[in-house]
């Protein structure tokens, strides 16, 4: 079971990444897939959801209207969109997949805001 970030890096204020996760090893289209972020020195923030078949999706309010969840579950993978970016976003963010009593997370990237 595997699931791995990647797209992360520094980018200035105002710009874009795009993060994607990818999985293996499991039924990742039975999964709800969250990402989640952790800024040095805060608890890990809910960033992001996206229901199994990615019909519907919710978005914590700092975000909202700047980052995009989506999902190919023919790819097994999971993106977030990420625009507008600002210093807060900087964190390291991890992706989490929950079926049931399931639940797996990847080993995180990092997102660097600054100019």
């Known amino acids: 079971v595997q699931l791995v970030e990647s797209g992360g890096g520094l980018v200035q204020p105002g710009g874009s990444l795009r993060l994607s996760c990818a999985a293996s090893?499991?039924?990742?289209?039975?999964?709800?897939v969250n990402w989640y972020r952790q800024a040095p020195g805060k608890e890990r923030e809910l960033v992001a959801i996206?229901?199994?078949?990615?019909?519907?999706?919710n978005y914590a309010d700092s975000v909202q209207g700047r980052f995009t969840i989506a999902r190919d579950n023919a790819k097994n993978t999971v993106y977030l969109q990420m625009n507008s970016l600002k210093p807060e976003d900087t964190a390291v963010y991890y992706c989490?997949?929950?079926?049931?009593?399931?639940?797996?997370w990847g080993q995180g990237t990092q997102v660097t805001v600054s100019s």
């Open positions: 989490n997949a929950l079926y049931s009593r399931l639940n797996y």
């Open positions: 996206i229901d199994s078949v990615g019909g519907s999706s």
């Open positions: 090893g499991f039924s990742f289209s039975r999964y709800v």
